[in-house]
């Protein structure tokens, strides 16, 4: 079965402050993981994606997340953080076309607040 | 470019109603797909399209729920006899070729059933 957790609900650090926010996965193929964000009143929006390769990969505004086969994770980090960042970030693993279908699965989310 | 636009923005209806969500993805997208967000259950996958056909229909349930779409430049999402445990936001998302897990989500629409 593939599942995706995010055991923190909910997080709150200081602007400025460094940030992990912690994913774990289960997948019986090739995983494929992204993270979304949700800003208020916001659709959802892909911040970073890994495929293959370097396990660490880039993404927007400063995030990057860290994929390890062998402890089934992929956490997202950001070395500073803003006001701004304060949303809901998913993790969301997918086998894409393995088995015909590219459809995601969400983990629950983990509600950043970035407090001044 | 426009994103992915979603009508109506809110709709309430009452016990046993018919609700019709609407979703319009973005020009070019070749891949439709169709979420539920609720805050006890999350965001879960209902519908996938790709090239106006239906790909993924796994997390539709089985009955009262119908997706279409009738061509390239709309989908729809039809709950019949709506329940209050339908109440949610409905997202919709579409995506260039459908295979490579980058979704372009609509604001969605939030459904009240009274």
């Known amino acids: 079965a593939q599942s995706v957790t995010q055991p923190d609900a909910r997080v709150t650090v200081s602007e400025g402050a460094s940030l992990q926010l912690r994913c774990k996965y289960s997948s019986s193929g090739t995983p494929y993981l992204f993270w979304y964000v949700q800003y208020p009143r916001q659709g959802l929006q892909l911040l970073l994606k890994?495929?293959?390769?370097?396990?660490v990969v880039q993404g927007v505004n400063g995030f990057e997340a860290e994929f390890s086969k062998s402890n089934s994770s992929f956490h997202l980090r950001k070395a500073s953080v803003h006001w701004s960042d304060s949303a809901v970030y998913f993790c969301v693993l997918s086998h894409l076309n393995q088995g015909g279908s590219a459809k995601l699965i969400f983990g629950e989310g983990t509600k950043l607040t970035v407090s001044s | 470019n426009a994103g992915v636009i979603q009508t109506p923005r809110h709709k309430v209806t009452g016990k046993g109603q018919e609700a019709t969500l609407w979703c319009e993805p973005i020009s070019g997208h070749s891949a439709v797909f169709w979420y539920r967000q609720t805050i006890v259950q999350g965001l879960e996958f209902l519908t996938y399209f790709r090239n106006q056909a239906p790909i993924d229909d796994s997390g539709m349930p089985k009955e009262r729920f119908s997706a279409q779409m009738p061509n390239q430049s709309h989908s729809t999402l039809k709950i019949q006899s709506t329940q209050p445990q339908d109440s949610a936001v409905y997202l919709c998302a579409s995506s260039l070729r459908g295979n490579t897990g980058q979704l372009y989500f609509g604001e969605g629409s939030k459904l009240t059933v009274l």
């Open positions: 890994y495929y293959s390769g370097d396990p």
